[in-house]
């Protein structure tokens, strides 16, 4: 199968990519989506500005220097591109430079993460949770990723709109999986990665998610502010209020019968005991870290996307050793010392990209 990546009589021709194992030795790297917009283009034009940044990173990736790895939001924020040349230029860069290697699904790690923390809490070993192995966090394509069969396919009864939320969940079409298991590794990836031609017209499909969700959590971090900052609040007030929210999400994940209720009843006697459980979680600290550093910015406004940016951030920061993000949750990322914390390179800006990527 071949891609067609013509653009104005400048013709290209590639076949799909071929799927590589991971390596878990290598320095491991993740990269926002305006980084692989860009590479995708230094890809394509020998005189781009990253052409060099382009080169260098699959030279170090050949040698086994580097890892570069995809996550649930790479797959999520690129199917935001509404048109499919581009999604596929994009995809095309990704999956060269990857192999399709991809980190676990976030909402695995955050699962694995809190039993980890309940297990050390019950064998009398401290507060902490041990941290998880990289060989279990790196994998192969969407399964992997979004931990699912059908990769990043999601069914539901019935899609959201402005008037009526989305409806359950519900299990995919055994045909469905059926094709997806009869199918080449090599396809059913890059249908997963690129999507399909005129897939915004097929009838049923919900092809941006992450726009929908990104305005409701738009509106929960707005009231959260509005609650924290109340004249006569306590100043904790905001710290704990995302910490509430992390623990509800923790534990709507993990099941309240994750512990028993004398462990409850032990383990939290306080707002004190709740903010030691959530920052012992790497995840959940990073997250919560970011948003107290972005609230305490009154006139900044959150915007749709910073919902996806956070979760990445959360779930490659503390398991990664390069992260390439948005330049404002880079920003972040140094102010609140997540960064020094995990002994991970932030990178910030074109610039700083550029600067890094050439020098491997």
């Keep these: 199968m071949k891609v067609d990546l013509t653009v104005a009589g400048d013709e290209e021709q590639v076949g799909l990519p071929p799927i590589t194992p991971p390596d878990p030795a290598a320095l491991l790297c993740t990269f926002d989506s305006w980084v692989w917009v860009q590479l995708a283009a230094a890809r394509r034009y020998p005189d781009h500005e990253l052409r060099g940044a382009w080169e260098s990173l699959l030279a170090a990736t050949n040698a086994g220097k580097i890892q570069v790895a995809l996550t649930s939001?790479?797959?999520?924020?690129?199917?935001?591109?509404?048109?499919?040349?581009?999604?596929?230029?994009?995809?095309?860069?990704m999956a060269e430079l990857t192999g399709y290697t991809t980190i676990r699904a976030v909402h695995e790690v955050v699962v694995e993460e809190?039993?980890?923390?309940?297990?050390?809490?019950?064998?009398?070993?401290?507060?902490?949770?041990?941290?998880?192995?990289?060989?279990?966090?790196?994998?192969?394509?969407?399964?992997?990723?979004?931990?699912?069969?059908?990769?990043?396919?999601r069914f539901v009864e019935s899609l959201a709109d402005t008037a009526t939320p989305e409806g359950p969940e519900i299990e995919a079409p055994p045909e469905l999986l059926a094709d997806f298991d009869r199918a080449s590794p090599e396809w059913f990836e890059w249908l997963n990665l690129a999507g399909v031609d005129n897939a915004y017209d097929v009838e049923g499909i919900d092809y941006r998610p992450t726009h929908r969700e990104g305005d409701e959590w738009v509106d929960v971090q707005e009231q959260l502010r509005a609650f924290a900052t109340r004249p006569g609040s306590e100043p904790s007030l905001l710290y704990r209020g995302l910490v509430r929210g992390r623990l509800k999400d923790v534990f709507g994940q993990l099941g309240n019968d994750a512990i028993t209720p004398r462990e409850r009843a032990e383990w939290f006697t306080g707002p004190n005991d709740g903010v030691k459980f959530i920052t012992a979680l790497p995840v959940q600290r990073v997250i919560v870290e970011l948003l107290h550093a972005a609230h305490r910015n009154k006139s900044y406004a959150f915007r749709q996307h910073d919902r996806v940016d956070v979760h990445e951030l959360a779930l490659t920061v503390p398991y990664c050793d390069v992260v390439v993000p948005d330049s404002h949750w880079a920003h972040l990322a140094h102010a609140s010392r997540v960064d020094v914390e995990h002994c991970t390179l932030v990178v910030r800006g074109l610039k700083g990209f550029r600067a890094w990527a050439e020098g491997l």
């Design 73 to 93: 939001g790479s797959y999520l924020e690129l199917w935001n591109r509404a048109n499919q040349q581009s999604r596929q230029r994009v995809a095309i860069a």
């Design 114 to 153: 809190a039993i980890q923390f309940i297990q050390t809490r019950r064998q009398g070993l401290g507060l902490q949770a041990a941290p998880l192995a990289r060989v279990w966090m790196l994998g192969t394509g969407a399964r992997h990723a979004f931990a699912s069969r059908a990769g990043r396919f």
